[in-house]
T-cell receptor
Framework: DAEITQSPRHKITETGRQVTLACHQTWNHNNMFWYRQDLGHGLRLIHYSYGVQDTNKGEVSDGYSVSRSNTEDLPLTLESAASSQTSVYFC?????????????FGPGTRLTVL | DQQVKQNSPSLSVQEGRISILNCDYTNSMFDYFLWYKKYPAEGPTFLISISSIKDKNEDGRFTVFLNKSAKHLSLHIVPSQPGDSAVYFCAASIHNTDKLIFGTGTRLQVFP
């Protein structure tokens, strides 16, 4: 069965370190998204990609970067982790372009920055 | 500025009764709306959606109502079951985009 996976599921790091969160989907979806979930804010979009070599900033992109070298993967990098980036991170993917479509979410990564 | 708002952070309902979760939006360009359900330690899962050309969509125990003039949608769950206890997110999208704007979520607890 097709799926979307994230790794690691839990990560503790220190302020200033670079951290990369992995996202891998086997749906063969063109679109991939990264969100963070925080109490009182719901799910906020960090970065998204409509296909290979395409990346775009979401509403809370500062301090994060992504790259899309193939269809299956969209790793999220925190260049220099800050305590404000302690959160639960979700990756999602969807098929269509040019219209809204159901997004399928991974299980999430809980990141703690000390 | 929160374009999609869920003003009730939590809701408690007895098993067998109706659960009504509400969502308001401010952007009149939104034309597609979705509800997601999220259990602890899991990712959100799609529940039901509605296009702005409709005012109601039903799927089993779940019905979503859309009132465009009031910029309001609601999710009805009838009858509510303990397994429905979860956080529910409302999301909205604009035609010709693939992005979803999420609300802050409502935690539903269904008790026996």
């Amino acid at each position: 069965d097709a799926e979307i996976t994230q790794s690691p599921r839990h990560k503790i790091t220190e302020t200033g370190r670079q951290v990369t969160l992995a996202c891998h989907q086997t749906w063969n979806h063109n679109n991939m998204f990264w969100y963070r979930q925080d109490l009182g804010h719901g799910l906020r979009l960090i970065h998204y990609s409509y296909g290979v070599q395409d990346t775009n900033k979401g509403e809370v992109s500062d301090g994060y970067s992504v790259s899309r070298s193939n269809t299956e993967d969209l790793p999220l990098t925190l260049e220099s982790a800050a305590s404000s980036q302690t959160s639960v991170y979700f990756c999602a993917s969807s098929e269509s372009q040019g219209r809204a479509d159901t997004q399928y979410f991974g299980p999430g990564t809980r990141l703690t920055v000390l | 500025d929160q374009q999609v708002k869920q003003n009730s952070p939590s809701l408690s309902v007895q098993e067998g009764r109706i659960s009504i979760l509400n969502c308001d939006y401010t952007n009149s360009m939104f034309d597609y709306f979705l509800w997601y359900k999220k259990y602890p330690a899991e990712g959100p899962t799609f529940l039901i959606s509605i296009s702005s050309i409709k005012d109601k969509n039903e799927d089993g125990r779940f019905t979503v109502f859309l009132n465009k003039s009031a910029k309001h949608l609601s999710l009805h769950i009838v009858p509510s079951q303990p397994g429905d206890s979860a956080v529910y997110f409302c999301a909205a999208s604009i035609h010709n985009t693939d992005k979803l704007i999420f609300g802050t979520g409502t935690r539903l607890q269904v008790f026996p």
